[in-house]
């Protein structure tokens, strides 16, 4: 059974920092990600990364948002620079297995807000 543990969501300020992790269980994970889910909008992606390193941003949050993972601990994170009003929402972590198998986790809140 996939269990993932999310952390690192809060409250910040405009142009602040925040670091998400993601601790995932049970499985080898080809790709883990972020999400996430804005009030009254639709759940989009944030970032990706596969097993090997390769990368895949929106275009919202290139050159201010960093994703990376640690195989050996089965954990994604995404360290978020600059961030603005318009990066506040729930953010999610995202698996997927080596047999395609799709897992979620609960969720964390970001606000950006003075």
């Known amino acids: 059974q996939v269990q993932l543990v999310e952390s690192g969501g809060g409250l910040v300020q405009p142009g602040g920092t925040l670091k998400l992790s993601c601790a995932a269980s049970?499985?080898?994970?080809?790709?883990m990600g972020w999400y996430r889910q804005a009030p009254g909008k639709q759940r989009e992606l944030v970032a990706i990364?596969?097993?090997?390193?390769?990368?895949n941003y929106a275009d919202s949050v290139k050159g201010r948002f960093t994703i990376s993972r640690d195989n050996a601990k089965n954990t994604v994170y995404l360290q978020m620079n600059s961030l603005k009003p318009e990066d506040t929402a729930v953010y999610f972590c995202?698996?997927?297995?080596?047999?395609?198998?799709?897992?979620w986790g609960q969720g964390t809140q970001v606000t950006v807000s003075s």
């Open positions: 990364i596969s097993r090997g390193g390769t990368t």
């Open positions: 995202y698996t997927q297995s080596l047999n395609s198998n799709e897992n």
């Open positions: 049970g499985r080898i994970f080809s790709i």
